[in-house]
């Protein structure tokens, strides 16, 4: 067994439009997230039916997810600031709990 002490964190992910990806990541840099990973070309199915995960013609016209691992206290800021976007935007945010090593990667 592995030395490495696990630290408990809250995961992030957030499935929205390409074209809002900006707006998506400016809200975790304005909560000095540490950092996160983009994954695009998502295909899956979901209340608006199947999303095909190819490039139609821009990389604004499809799905992306952006995953995060950060402290319990920043989770419910986050979603107060996306909130109002998912009033007016698909998408959807899971939240779920997760163990880090290395804690010093995601805290400030």
């Known amino acids: 067994m ?4 696990l630290n ?3 995961k ?3 499935i929205i439009e390409g074209e809002h990806q900006e707006f998506a990541t400016d809200i ?3 909560a000095d997230v540490k950092g996160y990973t ?3 070309n ?3 199915k979901g209340s608006q039916g199947f999303h095909e995960g190819h490039l139609m013609f821009n990389e604004d016209e499809v799905l992306i997810m952006i995953i995060a691992a950060v402290p319990e206290e920043l989770v419910e800021p986050l979603l107060e600031g996306f909130a109002p976007f998912f009033d007016k935007h698909s998408g959807v945010v899971f939240v779920s709990d ?3 090593s290395r804690l010093v990667k995601f805290k400030g």
């Open 28 to 30: 975790l840099d304005r």
């Open 8 to 10: 408990p964190l809250k």
């Open 38 to 40: 983009i994954v695009g």
């Open 2 to 5: 592995s030395n490495l002490k």
């Open 12 to 14: 992030l992910e957030i």
């Open 42 to 44: 998502l295909s899956g």
């Open 98 to 100: 997760i163990q880090v």
